[in-house]
Structure formats: structure tokens, C-alpha cells
């Protein structure tokens, strides 16, 4: 063994994984011609790797996990990570990665701003009193025919009872396929053709005939008829009156309110509309 150079009294290094003991001169791998070179790099990177599969701290984000994405469509950075901050866009109201940040990197003059509706389009409270206009107008209609046939002309008195006989047998039908809840005593139903408009409302079925009862309120029937039609209900969920439902009644030719009673406001044989957007400053008749 060469002659030691260390400091006097201090103990003799010795090799990783010999038996062997060198001198501070020859203890690396390649000054003693080590047989067993490497093996100290290979143990030290599988315990890193060891090190690395117990970690339990939380996860780095990734496309599964994270999902704030850059909104460039070819992009696929995650944006708002510990390492890449999220710039966003005031005019088209969308996040980018910092190389898609620039209004021209991301094409942003083509782009609708999120949030803002198409040039043209009317709004949800727009289409709502167009639809409630159109609905007071068929009422209307549907009134005058009624009061025009309850009130014939001696010379059109066959056909006044034709009418009236024409009533009572879809009065009947609709007796026949109206559906509710069968606990409701036959003395307390009121029987009704609902529907859903199609100009503000989005439904799986746009109309039905049901019974309920008259000591229902308008809110309970709105509940209940919205169910039947399939058609999303953000009452009690949303503040804002243009994503809450109405009930119109056709006969009446005005929006019910949510607490009168069903009973008082209504007759078997009518028609009640759900409408979406009409507020509730449009609720009393004009």
C-alpha cells in the first residue's frame, strides 16, 4: 500500500463497497482500479428513484388535473402553475401561455369575446316580453272567440251548441290523459294544457296535459310542470330574472305570481305557458 499522506491521529478513509481501506491519495474508483466501479453511482440513483416514488406531497399538474389550459386551440401548455403564469386577454376575455400572450400571436381580432353575445342577437329579457306579447295575443284571441260564441245570434244558435258540446268532449279527453299526482282528491284537480315556449325556453317535451291541485301555489305548479316538460329550473339557484321562470296564463292574459293559488287564478280546460326572462316587473297585467 503507498505510504499515507493524511494528518497524523486521523482515521483512514475507507472505500464504498470494499473490505479495503485507501489513502486520501488513491480512495476514488479510478485511482485504485476499482473492480466494483460504478456500483456507487448505480446504488445512489436507485435510491433517488426509490426516494422519488414515496413522495406524498402534492402531485405536479398536469392535463388530467389541471384545468386551466392556454386557450389557444393549438396550444396545450397548462397555464396558472407554480411555473407558468397565466396572461390574460382583455379584449377577447380569454387566458394565454406567455408565448400565445400577444393579441396577434392568438388571432384575438377574429375572436367573440367571452361573455359577450353575438352582434344582433337579442338578449334572454328581449326575447322574453316578445314571447309575452305573443302569448297576450293568442289569449286575446282565444277570449274574444269565447265571449263571441257564449253570446250567438239567434240564427247561429246550432252552431253556438255545436261549440259547446265541442268543449265538453275536449274537456273529457282531457280528463282522460292529463297526469298527476293520483293522491289528489278528483274535487280538488285542476286540469290544465301546459306548455313550454320555444322562443325562451329549451325543453325535451314541449307540452303536456297534467292535473293539480287548486290549493297549490303558482311556484309549486311551476316546480311540478317544469319537471314534467324537462325544462331547467334556475329558480332558487340564480339571482338574476333573466335566467328565472314565469308562468303565463293564456285565458288570463297576464303572468301568474308565484304565491296565489292555483285554484283562484285558473279553471280546467286552460292553458298555462313557462317563459323564461320576462322579470318580474312584468308580472301584474297592464
Request: charged share 25%; hydrophobic share 35%; net charge positive.
Amino acid at each position: 500500500m503507498a505510504a499515507s499522506s493524511r494528518t497524523p491521529g486521523a482515521p483512514e478513509p475507507e472505500a464504498t463497497f470494499s473490505k479495503i481501506k485507501f489513502c486520501l491519495d488513491h480512495r476514488t474508483e479510478s485511482a485504485h482500479q476499482c473492480p466494483n466501479a460504478g456500483e456507487w453511482a448505480r446504488r445512489r440513483a436507485q435510491a433517488n428513484q426509490t426516494s422519488s416514488r414515496g413522495y406524498t406531497g402534492p402531485s405536479r399538474p398536469n392535463i388530467l388535473t389541471h384545468e386551466q389550459q392556454c386557450s389557444d386551440p393549438s396550444c396545450k401548455t397548462l397555464v396558472n402553475t407554480g411555473l407558468v403564469p397565466g396572461v390574460h386577454c382583455e379584449k377577447c376575455n380569454r387566458t394565454y401561455c406567455l408565448k400565445h400572450r400577444l393579441t396577434y400571436d392568438h388571432n384575438c381580432a377574429n375572436l367573440t369575446p367571452l361573455g359577450a353575445r353575438p352582434t344582433g342577437q337579442p338578449t334572454q329579457r328581449e326575447k322574453g316580453i316578445a314571447a309575452l306579447d305573443k302569448l297576450k295575443a293568442w289569449g286575446a284571441a282565444k277570449k274574444k272567440a269565447a265571449e263571441s260564441v257564449s253570446m250567438p245570434q239567434s240564427k247561429s244558435k246550432q252552431a253556438a251548441a255545436a261549440a259547446a258540446a265541442a268543449r265538453i268532449q275536449a274537456t273529457a279527453n282531457l280528463k282522460k290523459t292529463a297526469k298527476g299526482d293520483e293522491k289528489i282528491l278528483s274535487e280538488k284537480r285542476v286540469y290544465l294544457y301546459v306548455e313550454a315556449s320555444s322562443d325562451t325556453v329549451t325543453s325535451k317535451i314541449p307540452k303536456g296535459t297534467f292535473f293539480y291541485s287548486a290549493d297549490f301555489s303558482v311556484g309549486r305548479v311551476l316546480d311540478l310542470a317544469a319537471k314534467s316538460l324537462q325544462v331547467s329550473n334556475l329558480n332558487n339557484r340564480s339571482e338574476s330574472e333573466e335566467d328565472k321562470l314565469r308562468v303565463f296564463h293564456v285565458e288570463g292574459g297576464r303572468l301568474l305570481e308565484f304565491g296565489e293559488k292555483l285554484g283562484q287564478v285558473v279553471q280546467t280546460g286552460n292553458t298555462i305557458v313557462l317563459l323564461r326572462g320576462v322579470g318580474a316587473g312584468m308580472a301584474k297585467a297592464p
